[in-house]
């Protein structure tokens, strides 16, 4: 496999229209020997200046503060407050798939510059829902997605309301309550590698997963795109609420960051490029490689679950020969 020693610079290749540097660089928190200066840095790395996990903490602290509902209304089941959470959920998936697809694949601004696969979305094919990947994408993810997304939160704003979860606030517990939005990333990383590898099973993958996987070249849409059932094991994440200790704001960044962050993670390039020189990274290679070749990667970085497991593909082609030959024993 590709070594640190013969690394390989980002740019172009005859697989990629653009890849990062490569072999794919996993996170320094897991390593052995302990590297914490490096720990420290990946941890500054996704929250600052300004990233996806700053943003939607940003974002879930404004939901609690100046959007309905409060905690007082939902301790009894409404529609009035169900129906705007499900509205909240809808507009922000809305706002940030579409955007995304119209900025970087309508109106092409900055082209071709970090996009990781050649291909664009698929049209004219019988295997998506209205013979169109765009279509069948958008499908999936308000029409399953977002009303599963809306049950969970739902379910937990009523829980918490009536005093069924631990609840913390930052007076009460200061360091726990800014300690678990560093680790809910990890926690996410850990859920989705298990849930992730458990899809890939035969049985689940040809019934429920494959559902997301006809997205070979992936756009925003594709990320929150999947079978209802994989919606219910995705989302069902946020059960972790009934018994880790957390503040309402710690549920709303949960959320955002499993539903709305999968838009950018698929969103097929590694940066969006604002105005001349700022960017803003979004893209995971690391994830791009398990679509393409599918038995590989089925976790994230920012957990080592892969390496761990057997499962990881560093962007070489020796790593690529062995997810060809994992699918083939799994599928023969």
Excluded at 175 to 192: G, R
Aim: with cysteine.
């Amino acid at each position: 496999m590709t070594t640190q020693e013969d690394p390989l610079k980002a740019g172009s290749s005859r697989e990629w229209n653009w890849h990062p540097d490569l072999p794919v660089a996993v996170t320094p928190a897991f390593s052995w020997p302990p590297r914490p200066i490096a720990t420290l840095k990946w941890f500054a790395g996704n929250w600052l200046p300004i990233t996806e996990y700053l943003i939607y903490a940003l974002m879930a602290f404004a939901t609690w503060a100046w959007l309905p509902p409060s905690l007082a209304e939902t301790q009894e089941l409404h529609w009035s407050w169900i129906l705007q959470i499900w509205a909240r959920n809808l507009i922000l998936m809305t706002l940030f798939a579409q955007g995304l697809h119209v900025w970087l694949y309508g109106w092409k601004r900055q082209g071709d510059d970090f996009k990781y696969d050649r291909r664009g979305l698929a049209r004219n094919n019988r295997v998506f829902k209205f013979n169109d990947q765009y279509w069948d994408n958008v499908f999936y993810a308000l029409v399953s997605g977002v009303t599963i997304w809306t049950g969970f939160d739902v379910l937990m704003w009523y829980a918490i309301a009536n005093g069924w979860t631990p609840l913390i606030t930052f007076e009460s517990n200061p360091v726990w309550f800014v300690a678990l939005f560093l680790l809910m990333p990890v926690i996410q990383s850990f859920h989705f590698y298990w849930l992730h590898r458990a899809l890939h099973i035969p049985f689940l993958y040809r019934r429920v997963h494959s559902v997301h996987h006809r997205s070979v070249s992936v756009a925003p849409w594709s990320g929150f795109s999947m079978h209802p059932v994989e919606h219910l094991g995705y989302m069902g994440l946020l059960l972790m609420f009934f018994v880790v200790p957390a503040h309402p704001v710690h549920l709303i960044f949960m959320g955002y960051w499993l539903a709305l962050a999968t838009a950018t993670s698929h969103a097929g390039f590694e940066n969006l490029v604002l105005g001349e020189s700022a960017r803003l990274r979004i893209g995971s290679f690391h994830h791009q490689l398990h679509h393409r070749y599918f038995e590989c990667n089925y976790g994230n970085p920012e957990m080592p679950w892969d390496n761990w497991f057997g499962s990881y593909h560093d962007g070489s082609p020796e790593a690529t020969a062995e997810a060809r030959e994992r699918k083939k024993q799994m599928y023969s």
